[in-house]
């Protein structure tokens, strides 16, 4: 549900140390064994001493990074895909399992271009590929477990819950899969293509689609409970805190809607488009802006809090006692004043 406790780490925040990935990063980074791992556009992934922002290992792929990676068993989980923008040398795309301690590769699978995050859990790898495959793979060797054809591109990533692996793709579907064995639950079909990833709470699946609107579905069933009309797209993938679905839309505005039936509890207008998932942590709701700006907002009424001249996509993510702020090209380590 991109929502953490993390008791104590609010506004305002003072800077410790800035890290330049001299390339776009769309996604943040994730933290665990004792280090920062972050995916730039170009394809390098990067292991950060969180102490100094140094670097401690890198890997440089022949393809694009354009996702976040997972963490499990000692293990970094990683996606790539092969586009023209980073000068890719190699065709379709790759999810690739790397020692957090030092970088090698312990093994890699080639599936179709990639740009979702992978979802570690009960030992399998989920993901999904722009030739529409949900795949499972076994998280300590590779192999294949079950795959999924829903038959037109995926660009957003997996959610799991209740034993069940929730995604849509670019033709309007939405899925729920059972997540040990691949089998069709339940579907959805007739709307806007899905860039964004769920959040599943309470029964409730919540997701934004390219027809303007967000949803909710039961859970169980896959009923619609409910859609509420934004003035464009909504590429961003929302955030579920205390009874509120968090959301922004490229009209600008950020949401905060009842998770109970869809009406707005407040809005706050930023005056550029909004396409990357938000954070909350410690009720403080981050989210950033196609105008290279970053608001941290109180999740439960929307006041402005602090805002930074910098980000693009998806703001944030916490650490111990710090709090990780992705730019266009940088990562900034804030700690508490």
């Not at 970094?76 to 895909?81: C, K, L, M, N, S």
């Not at 806007?192 to 997701?207: C, D, E, I, K």
């Not at 998770?259 to 550029?272: F, H, L, S």
């Not at 938000?278 to 809090?305: M, P, Q």
């Amino acid at each position: 549900m991109r929502a953490v406790a993390a008791p104590r780490l609010r506004p305002p925040f003072r800077t410790l140390w800035t890290f330049h990935g001299k390339a776009l990063l769309e996604f943040p980074p994730v933290v665990g064994y004792g280090s920062l791992f972050e995916l730039a556009f170009d394809g390098r992934l990067f292991a950060i001493d969180p102490a100094t922002g140094k670097v401690r290992w890198r890997y440089y792929a022949p393809r694009c990074g354009w996702s976040s990676p997972a963490l499990a068993d000692g293990l970094v989980f990683a996606t790539f895909i092969a586009h023209p923008s980073c000068h890719a040398h190699a065709y379709a795309g790759a999810i690739v399992a790397f020692a957090a301690r030092n970088g090698r590769i312990r093994w890699h699978r080639r599936i179709g271009p990639c740009e979702s995050s992978p979802l570690v859990a009960n030992g399998m790898v989920y993901i999904g590929d722009q030739d529409g495959y949900v795949y499972a793979l076994d998280a300590r060797t590779g192999r294949p477990r079950w795959s999924y054809d829903t038959g037109a591109p995926i660009k957003a990533s997996p959610s799991l819950a209740y034993g069940r692996i929730y995604i849509g793709n670019y033709a309007g579907r939405f899925f729920a899969l059972d997540a040990r064995s691949g089998k069709l639950v339940w579907r959805q079909a007739g709307y806007g293509n899905f860039y964004s990833t769920a959040a599943v709470s309470a029964g409730r699946v919540y997701v934004g689609s390219l027809d303007e609107h967000v949803y909710a579905f039961s859970a169980r069933t896959g009923e619609r409970l409910w859609s509420f009309g934004t003035r464009s797209y909504v590429y961003a993938s929302p955030a579920g805190w205390q009874g509120l679905v968090l959301v922004g839309s490229y009209d600008g505005g950020f949401y905060a809607l009842r998770a109970e039936d869809g009406t707005m509890r407040w809005i706050y207008r930023t005056g550029a488009s909004i396409t990357g998932a938000a954070s909350v942590i410690d009720g403080v709701v981050y989210f950033s802006t196609l105008a290279h700006k970053t608001y941290a907002l109180t999740a439960a009424g929307g006041r402005l809090l602090e805002r930074w001249p910098d980000g693009e996509y998806s703001p944030v993510v916490a650490g111990i006692g710090r709090l990780y702020l992705v730019g266009v090209g940088r990562i900034y380590a804030l700690a508490p004043r």
